[in-house]
Nanobody, 123 residues
Framework: QVQLVESGGGLVQAGDSLRLSCAAS????????MGWFRQAPGKEREFVAS????????AYADSVKGRFTASRDNAKNTLYLQMNTLKPDDTAVYYC????????????????WGKGTLVTVSS
């Protein structure tokens, strides 16, 4: 059974940075596309970023492009999300996701989900 455990969330001020981590256990996910989604209160879960198994290909939502960077360390079975210049609109629970194939920018077809970590950005 695969487990994805996110960490690194917290309360920050607008303009600050945070780095989220997602540690995978149970099996290696080095051949999986991995990504981040987020869900704000009262809103649907939305795509944030994805990264291919090699780490060479990434995709980002327009709202975070240029501010967030996804990376992975396959040796550690860990995914990261560096979040810079945070805005109050970035407040949400951030979920780690893994998918065998290409990850579409929608929360469908995901093979594994983490339980999420809360990021709160105050103005």
């Amino acid at each position: 059974q695969v487990q994805l455990v996110e960490s690194g969330g917290g309360l920050v001020q607008a303009g600050d940075s945070l780095r989220l981590s997602c540690a995978a256990s149970g099996r290696t996910l080095s051949t999986y596309t991995m990504g981040w989604f987020r869900q704000a209160p009262g809103k649907e879960r939305e795509f944030v970023a994805s990264i291919s198994w090699s780490g060479y290909n990434t995709a980002y939502a327009d709202s975070v492009k240029g501010r967030f960077t996804a990376s992975r360390d396959n040796a550690k079975n860990t995914l990261y999300l560096q979040m810079n210049t945070l805005k109050p609109d970035d407040t949400a629970v951030y979920y780690c996701a893994a998918e065998r194939g290409t990850m579409a920018p929608v929360p469908n077809g995901i093979d594994y989900w983490g339980k999420g970590t809360l990021v709160t950005v105050s103005s």
